[in-house]
């Protein structure tokens, strides 16, 4: 038995009733459904993703406590608004929106994800009502 591959590597054959592009449309609008589930917080108390930080805001007892996650930890600010999308049991994983300059100097508003303490959010009461009703 051989195994060769149908085709040229930019176009293949697909199932009838589909093209080409269906797997990434599907991608697109579960991306949309996730976005459409996100729960907005806002930030109570800084963290600037050093575990010295997180110390300051909870128990020095919990220094052996992380997230486990090998994904990169979020930067935010008193005041900050972060839509989140995934939570643990001590941390959240959101995006938040800031203002950085590109490579002509320019400034660019770009969304950066990352996770962050859940200690340093708060959900607000409107959107929590809404999930009760």
């Known amino acids: 038995m051989t195994n060769f591959a149908k085709g040229d590597g930019y176009t293949w054959v697909v199932v009838p009733g ?11 609008q579960q991306k949309l459904l996730k976005r459409h589930r996100m729960v907005e917080h806002v930030i109570t108390g ?9 110390l300051t805001l909870s128990n020095p007892l919990l220094f052996c406590v992380c997230n486990g996650m090998d994904e990169q930890y979020l930067s935010v600010h008193k005041g900050d ?13 959101g995006c938040v929106k800031r203002k950085l300059k590109n490579q002509d100097g320019n400034l660019v508003e770009k969304e950066i994800g990352g996770w962050f303490p859940r200690l340093c959010a708060m959900e607000p ?7 009760v009703e």
Request: no cysteine; charged share 30%.
């Open 46 to 54: 800084p963290y600037n993703t050093r575990w010295f930080s997180y």
């Open 18 to 28: 589909t093209d080409q592009y269906t797997f990434t449309e599907e991608q697109i």
């Open 81 to 93: 608004k972060v839509l989140v999308s995934r939570w643990r049991k001590r941390w959240l994983y």
């Open 125 to 131: 009461v409107e959107q929590t009502q809404k999930k």
